[in-house]
């Protein structure tokens, strides 16, 4: 099979500011015999490495990543480091309770693990554990959380605590937020150290990692082979951990579809904040299903995103996921609306970046039809940060051929709502994306939506939260 490959994403903020350690490893030249390979060197890449090292010392294992580790998704966005609680609705629909607890339950878990790790490894990620305020930013979307509580309630868990407007506007630093629930264990990271900090981990446990080797084509058999420009890797088991990229291949454009999101940070603004009151360090989101994402930084910025859920025709990841203006000037213009107070304050920065989204924002894992050595796991949604610690475990587990509680969890094999092909993909998704900002624009400014517009925004995949 062939895949396809592109040119560098611009890097984002966080890269940026690494500045000399986003250096590449050399790329891969020549033949090289490994138990298993692993196509992407994002989170989940990463952490399925490091998982089977920690399972089998022994394990050759190599990561092939076409740009740097992190220069995708990983690297790209908000750095919120999420559960699956908002999702619990969509759990139940291909699991059962306990499952679905099981999952949920694992996903939180992953928020505090991932702080163990910086610290035992000493990654300077900005790890910060001070919880998530889902918000609502006007009327209309007020209790927009009822659902996902009451699903919460009937399961015995209450990971979600009900805040007053008035304390959600403390909080978020703007009276634009009017209401909101509050879930303790979210924690944020700098996404672009912490992938890095990973790869240095993985580095020094001896998985061998060669960036700018993009995979041009797979051969799948008993010993699947990778094929490069200058050269090869034969495997015993493949694990294709590409995001969003994993469109280029038949069978998985089926599965997902690539937008994008955008991000715009301002220069350093610490007393702005503290006069602002915005200083607990909490993630925020707004109820939007283009949803607006916020967090400020270690040194005072705001990084302000949005999932503007742009699409390119073909899934090709180009600069739609990459600098896309006309979601840069909507990221924009909604901060600038959350936040009218810095109406004149200056961004710095601004990027685009790609999602992998299903239609119920959760991620799916499986091999390849006719395979049985070459498994994926795809569809993380804009919420992989923390879940991905999972991923690495369902396919290690995977990889070795191990039946455990990960490799025989739900989201293995599960059955999903798939996506038509081009040109209705492209035509279509660009129709209820016009018509999903239509309607949020008219709730924003307190109008009713069109009948129009909101019967095609109910045909869009679901948002980062379970809605009413």
């Known amino acids: 099979m062939r895949l396809a490959s592109s040119r560098p994403l611009t890097r984002s903020y966080w890269l940026q500011s690494l500045q000399e350690n986003v250096q590449p490893t050399s790329s891969l030249e020549g033949e090289y015999n490994v138990d298993v390979a692993i196509v992407g060197g994002g989170f989940v890449g990463l952490w399925t490495a490091l998982t089977l090292k ?17 220069g995708g998704a990983s690297g790209r966005n908000g750095g919120f480091v999420m559960s699956w609680w908002p999702k619990i609705g969509s759990l139940l629909g291909f699991c059962t309770k306990e499952q679905a607890l099981f999952l949920a339950h694992a996903a939180e878990h992953a928020i505090t693990e991932l702080g163990e790790f910086c610290e035992q490894h000493q990654i300077d990620a900005d790890y910060v554990q001070r919880g998530w305020l889902w918000t609502a930013t006007t009327p209309a979307h007020i209790d927009s959380w009822n659902s996902t509580l009451e699903v919460c309630a009937r399961l015995g868990v209450a990971p979600f605590e009900r805040l007053s407007g008035e304390v959600v506007a403390q909080m978020a630093g703007s009276g634009v937020h009017l209401a909101g629930v509050f879930e303790r264990s979210n924690a944020t990271v700098q996404p672009g150290a912490l992938v890095r900090g990973m790869r240095a981990v993985a580095q020094k446990a001896g998985i061998r990692i060669f960036e700018q080797t993009p995979v041009e084509s ?3 058999g008993r010993t699947v082979r990778l094929i490069f420009s200058r050269g090869h890797v034969n495997a015993g088991s493949v694990v294709l951990a590409s995001n969003a990229w994993a469109a280029s291949i038949p069978e998985l454009a089926k599965l997902i579809v690539p937008v994008n999101s955008s991000i715009v940070v301002t220069e350093p603004i610490p007393s702005k904040l503290e006069q602002m009151g915005w200083t607990g360090q909490q993630s925020i989101t707004d109820s939007q299903l283009m949803v607006d994402y916020y967090r400020t930084t270690r040194d005072g910025r705001i990084a302000f995103g949005k999932g503007t859920g742009a699409l390119a025709y073909g899934s090709r990841i180009d600069e739609t996921f990459s600098r896309h203006e006309e979601s840069i000037d909507l990221t924009e213009a909604d901060f600038r609306r959350t936040y009218p107070s810095l109406a004149s304050t200056p961004l710095t920065s601004a990027w685009s970046g790609p999602i992998d989204r299903t239609y119920d924002s959760l991620p799916v894992f499986g091999a390849l039809a006719g395979s049985e050595n070459i498994h994926y796991g795809i569809g993380w949604s804009g919420n992989g940060v923390g879940p991905s610690r999972l991923g690495g475990r369902i ?5 070795l051929g191990v039946k455990d509680e990960w490799s025989t969890c739900p989201l293995v094999g599960r059955s999903c709502r798939t996506f038509p092909p081009e040109p209705f993909r ?9 018509a999903v900002i239509r309607k949020e624009r008219s709730e924003m400014s307190g109008a009713r939506p069109s009948t129009i517009d909101r019967m095609l925004a109910g045909l869009a995949p679901a948002g980062l939260e379970d809605k009413a």
Request: proline letters at 6%; charged letters at 20%.
């Open 54 to 70: 920690e399972r089998d010392p022994s394990i050759n294992v190599v990561v092939l990543e076409q740009d740097i580790c992190g």
């Open 218 to 220: 797979i051969e799948p």
């Open 395 to 399: 396919l290690a587990s995977l990889a």
């Open 426 to 434: 492209y035509l279509g998704g660009s129709l209820v994306r016009n």
